[in-house]
T-cell receptor, first 113, second 112 residues
């Protein structure tokens, strides 16, 4: 089992609130990723990081932001939540060069009312 | 054209059946390939890596054809517990180092 954790698992919040989704991994992986997935749909990469102080936007435009101050921690923040942000957010990490398998956390299911 | 394309199914098969999924990818420079499994409302989990000419792991066999740019997954002696969505995943390497591209998934339902 991969040691990657996400909190909260479920979040229901009102429009306009600021939220932070937490993601932590204990595997010492340099690379970390955030994906967004709607029910029955494909995963879309929204942010990634190749190490501390490295963050990049993914293939799908997102109003969220991320930070990577510590290797093990990659939080995602929405400054002002909207109903269009309702989705599942999945965090993943991967290890040394040459090992591109990604391991996923359990996800955060976000509902914005 | 999508970078990674899969037949979305659904595939409905009886227990014990053999089922095969195919996947095509568009970037000939792609370097590594994977099959992931995703259960309903859960996170994707790595099923198999496909690095060279193919992999076998118990009832599961993955094949890679670089010339035709397709990957396949064969499941023998299907079990009820194999019901899930199977995701074909490609790493393009180069400047996309570490990033994976996911197919839309193939839904498998195994029935008694």
């Amino acid at each position: 089992e991969a040691d990657i954790y996400q909190t909260p698992r479920y979040l229901v919040i009102g429009t306009g609130k600021k939220i932070t989704l937490e993601c932590s991994q204990t595997m010492g992986h340099d690379k970390m990723y955030w994906y967004q997935q709607d029910p029955g749909m494909e995963l879309h990469l929204i942010h990634y990081s190749y190490g501390v102080n490295s963050t990049e936007k993914g293939d799908l435009s997102s109003e969220s932001t991320v930070s990577r101050i510590r290797t093990e921690h990659f939080p995602l923040t929405l400054e002002s939540a909207r109903p269009s942000h309702t989705s599942q957010y999945l965090c993943a990490s991967s290890g040394p060069p040459g090992y591109n398998e990604q391991f996923f956390g359990p996800g955060t299911r976000l509902t914005v009312l | 054209r999508k970078e990674v394309e899969q037949d979305p199914g659904p595939f409905n098969v009886p227990e014990g059946a053999t089922v095969a999924f195919n996947c095509t990818y568009s970037n000939s420079a792609s370097q590594s390939f994977f099959w992931y499994r995703q259960d309903c409302r859960k996170e994707p989990k790595l099923l198999m890596s496909v690095y060279s000419s193919g992999n076998e792991d118990g009832r599961f066999t993955a094949q890679l054809n670089r010339a035709s740019q397709y990957i396949s997954l064969l499941i023998r002696d299907s079990k009820l517990s194999d019901s899930a969505t199977y995701l074909c995943v490609v790493n393009e390497g180069g400047t996309s180092y570490g990033k994976l591209t996911f197919g839309q998934g193939t839904i498998l339902t195994v029935h008694p």
